[in-house]
């Protein structure tokens, strides 16, 4: 059986002296699954990202101890662009584009590290636009007055700029309309059908849980469930807490 | 008329100067987020190594040896103080540039001296007449020069992959460090332009007269001024507010000459920098975002 595309093994993490953000995580990401990790706001999901991509010294994070795997590749102490480069990529939590810059040029510095010929940046674009059609018409428009979707789309389209093997997603549905969820929703199943696995973070568990093979529970820095998606859509307690269901009603609909 | 199209040249000349230090102050406040007092000193060192190479080499080789050294002076700050800092507050920044600044100028003195040393300058001393106003080759050499170091300026941040990841990481570091762009050799990149652009600016503000003394590093930092009218964080804001102050100094020193003891116009860019804080804090051409330094 080949290597997971992403493996986390006994992460912990702190923020300055005391404060533990992650204690002891074991996640994995198979190859060209979608996995889910949910949890309530301050457990530590975006931290796990940020671990993951390397990027938690920007917010004076570091691992204390444990490991992640980059197709059997150990990056724990890889820095960000070195991630990138073995293909890992990220759409940060509450879209991060370069406002000042345009579409186009939003796009292309998701590439700057592969180093793209022109053909190349070229191929690359259009495969990312052929998951994202709608930034088609809005390439010349400067990113900091596309809308809220718009941007969602553009992120996810610059993560993928690098031709990534990994994407992390973090709350990609965080303040959209429901219309427009469900649109990125099937990008990022269009995306995971082209062979890239997702580690997706998301406050929408129906959402997420709708789409992903697996999923994993996040509280106070520990991971509390884990297992098949469908098996924590169908958990009274997961659906009580995550899905807005209560536990009668979970345990009516299910019997 | 003549006056004023004679001043309105020098003016001009010396708004270039300006400008080229201001684009300066602002690659290194949008690429690093650090506004560095000690640019000013930089403006220094440039010119006191092609005066100090000057008799050993060709003009234009004193020149590439002077960009060498300032920008390895501007790397090795970068790199010791900036790259260590890079979590601390906008104060600790500003104080550590501001120490900077003091070490630089102190080095520069004990190397080269207190005293004022001739300068060549990168073209003769003649001059073309247009009609009646007197254009000098050093003034046409730095308007013409400067107006080819923004093109090229502009074609490296609009159509060259740094210049894009440079403009990416001034507008979301976080954001472009999960792009893998190496912030960190981003932050170098902009000191680097810096320096560059002070040496540029250092061999035309020497031929303003044709001399070399250490408070050279006092008179580039009027460029902060014109930072401030154009804006902190735009480029065009630089060169528009250089020109400004370049244009403010000359016409004042040639129309004021009978108030405030003949020395009023250099006041005026630093009241004209009041009025756009107090009414517009972020410039003319800067983004609401940024205020004050």
Redesign the interface.
């Known amino acids: 059986m080949s290597e997971p595309a992403l493996a986390v093994t006994d992460l912990s993490v702190r923020y300055g002296a005391a404060a533990t953000a992650l204690t002891g995580i074991d996640l994995m990401v198979p190859r060209g699954e979608i996995v889910t990790l949910l949890g309530p706001n301050g457990a530590g999901k975006s931290t796990l990202m940020r671990a993951v991509s390397g990027l938690l010294h920007v917010h004076g994070g570091v691992i204390t101890s444990g490991r992640v795997e980059l197709l059997g590749s150990d990056v724990t102490s890889d820095r960000p662009a070195a991630r990138v480069r073995r293909g890992l990529a990220q759409a940060l939590e509450g879209r991060q584009v370069f406002p000042d810059l345009t579409v186009a040029e939003n796009l292309a510095a998701g590439g700057h590290v592969r180093r793209y010929r022109k053909a190349q940046a070229r191929e690359a674009l259009e495969r990312a636009l052929s998951h994202l059609p709608r930034l088609h018409d809005l390439m010349d428009r400067k990113a900091g007055y596309l809308s809220g979707g718009e941007q969602q789309m553009l992120a996810i389209g610059r993560a993928l700029m690098s031709q990534p093997t990994v994407l992390l997603l973090d709350e990609p549905s965080l303040g959209l309309a429901p219309k427009i969820v469900e649109t990125v929703r099937d990008i990022i199943l269009d995306i995971r059908d082209e062979g890239t696995s997702i580690l997706l973070v998301e406050q929408n568990a129906a959402m997420a849980l709708s789409i992903a093979q697996h999923g994993y529970v996040l509280e106070s820095g520990r991971i509390v469930r884990s297992g098949a998606a469908a098996d924590l859509r169908d958990d009274d307690e997961i659906a009580a807490l995550y899905l807005g269901v209560s536990a009668s009603e979970g345990a009516g609909s299910h019997a | 008329m003549t006056l004023f199209l004679q001043l309105g040249f020098q003016g001009v000349a010396l708004g270039m100067v300006y400008a080229l230090i201001a684009l300066g102050f602002v690659i290194m406040t949008k690429g690093s987020n650090t506004f560095n007092f000690a640019h000013g000193e930089f403006v220094a060192v440039g010119a006191y190594v092609v005066v100090a190479l000057m008799p050993h080499l060709p003009y234009w080789m004193a020149f590439i040896g002077s960009v060498v050294v300032t920008v390895t002076l501007a790397l090795v700050a970068e790199r010791l103080l900036l790259r260590r800092l890079v979590?601390a507050s906008p104060t600790a920044l500003i104080l550590a540039t501001l120490a900077l600044a003091v070490i630089v100028h102190a080095l520069v003195l004990v190397v080269w001296g207190v005293g004022t040393k001739g300068s060549a300058g990168p073209v003769g001393s003649g001059t073309v007449e247009i009609g009646d106003v007197v254009l000098t080759y050093s003034g046409i050499a730095t308007i013409g020069t400067s107006i080819l170091v923004l093109l090229a300026l502009l074609v490296f941040f609009r159509w060259t992959?740094y210049g894009?990841?440079l403009?990416?990481t001034?507008?979301?570091?976080?954001?472009?460090?999960?792009?893998?762009?190496?912030v960190g050799r981003m932050f170098a990149l902009s000191w680097g332009i810096a320096a560059a652009l002070a040496v540029v600016a250092s061999i035309f503000l020497a031929s303003f007269p044709r001399i070399v003394s250490p408070t050279i590093g006092l008179v580039a930092l009027a460029a902060i001024p014109a930072v401030v009218i154009g804006g902190l964080d735009s480029f065009v804001g630089a060169v528009v507010g250089g020109l400004v102050v370049g244009l403010i100094q000359v016409l004042g020193a040639g129309y004021l000459t009978d108030y405030g003891g003949g020395r009023l116009h250099e006041v005026l860019p630093y009241v004209l920098m009041l009025v756009v804080l107090v009414l517009r804090p972020y410039g003319l051409f800067g983004?609401r975002g940024i205020e004050r330094v």
Not at chain 2, 170 to 182: C, L, P, T
């Open positions: 979590s992959s894009l990841a403009r990416a001034a507008s979301h570091q976080e954001a472009a460090a999960a792009q893998g762009i190496d983004s």
